[in-house]
């Protein structure tokens, strides 16, 4: 496959972020190629493991470098670094939905290997990574539902940032009334206030560390009503016909 940079990539206007950080573009960039090799399992055309190796060149990626003319300024840019060959499996396990209960329940591991040039310098990054997520679903009587979901990644990177755990879990219940033309839902999204990311950047002269957090936690209400208006009949293809055995 062919990945190609968009126009933010490409866009070399300046945005200043703060007072010691800028963003912009590389009207310079190249497209990157990937090439995958993957082996799996699946049930009912839905994969339950697998496990593959992705290898991209001319692989393009968000990079910090140091402001020439300012070096305590940094600039958050893009560029062509090098290549990069990703090692993964996952495996998926779940209760078929159409019970009271059902579940599905996964993970996935990878390893990054990294080789290329940073600031004109040879560099070499290597890291793996876990990644876990769950959806749950249980059905209280005919009228209710009530459901959970969440990730978690240890070990994680994003680009050349090292990052620490973080995740988030969810919950939400929906009630069913008037044989079920009235629909309540509410929701919570990030509970436990987990999005909150440690991360560490060693690459070339930049030595970052630090942590961001990202407030997503949402609480919120959903009321709908249908009020039994017939959906609109679909038109039959006048090529299709009904065969009798």
Same mark, same amino acid.
């Given at each position: 496959?062919?990945?190609?940079?968009?126009? %933010?990539?490409?866009?070399? =206007?300046? *945005?200043?972020?703060?007072?010691?950080?800028?963003?912009? !573009? @590389?009207? /310079?960039?190249?497209?990157?190629?990937?090439?995958?090799?993957?082996?799996?399992?699946?049930f009912d055309n839905f994969?339950?493991?697998?496990?593959?190796?992705?290898?991209t060149t001319d692989i393009?990626?968000?990079?910090?470098?140091?402001?020439?003319?300012?070096?305590?300024?940094?600039?958050?840019?893009?560029?062509?670094?090098?290549?990069?060959?990703?090692?993964?499996?996952?495996?998926?396990?779940?209760?078929?939905?159409?019970?009271?209960?059902?579940?599905?329940?996964?993970?996935?591991?990878?390893?990054?290997?990294?080789?290329?040039?940073?600031?004109?310098?040879?560099? %070499?990054?290597?890291?793996? =990574?876990? *990644?876990?997520?769950?959806?749950?679903?249980?059905?209280? !009587? @005919?009228? /209710?539902?009530?459901?959970?979901?969440?990730?978690?990644?240890?070990?994680?990177?994003?680009?050349?940032?090292?990052?620490?755990?973080?995740?988030?879990?969810?919950?939400?219940?929906?009630?069913?009334?008037?044989?079920?033309?009235?629909?309540?839902?509410?929701?919570?999204?990030?509970?436990?206030?987990?999005?909150?990311?440690?991360?560490?950047?060693?690459?070339?002269?930049?030595?970052?560390?630090?942590?961001?957090?990202?407030?997503?936690?949402?609480?919120?209400?959903?009321?709908?009503?249908?009020?039994?208006?017939?959906?609109?009949?679909?038109?039959?293809?006048?090529?299709?016909?009904?065969?009798?055995?």
């Amino acid at each position: 496959t062919i990945g190609r940079p968009d126009y %933010s990539n490409l866009n070399p =206007s300046v *945005r200043y972020v703060d007072q010691f950080l800028v963003e912009t !573009g @590389n009207p /310079a960039l190249t497209p990157q190629f990937t090439h995958n090799v993957e082996a799996n399992i699946s049930f009912d055309n839905f994969p339950v493991f697998s496990v593959g190796r992705n290898f991209t060149t001319d692989i393009f990626s968000s990079v910090v470098y140091q402001d020439p003319s300012n070096p305590s300024v940094a600039v958050r840019t893009f560029d062509n670094l090098g290549q990069r060959r990703e090692t993964y499996f996952n495996i998926v396990g779940a209760i078929p939905p159409g019970g009271r209960y059902f579940f599905a329940i996964g993970t996935q591991y990878n390893i990054n290997e990294f080789e290329g040039f940073y600031e004109n310098q040879p560099i %070499s990054f290597r890291r793996g =990574s876990w *990644r876990f997520f769950t959806f749950h679903m249980l059905r209280l !009587g @005919n009228n /209710a539902r009530l459901h959970m979901s969440g990730f978690m990644m240890t070990n994680g990177q994003q680009n050349f940032y090292e990052l620490d755990t973080f995740g988030q879990l969810n919950f939400g219940f929906t009630q069913n009334f008037f044989n079920q033309r009235l629909s309540i839902t509410i929701n919570a999204r990030d509970v436990l206030r987990t999005m909150n990311t440690q991360f560490v950047l060693n690459q070339g002269s930049m030595h970052l560390q630090g942590n961001r957090y990202s407030d997503n936690r949402r609480f919120g209400i959903n009321i709908r009503y249908n009020f039994g208006v017939g959906q609109r009949p679909e038109r039959r293809n006048m090529m299709q016909f009904d065969m009798e055995e």
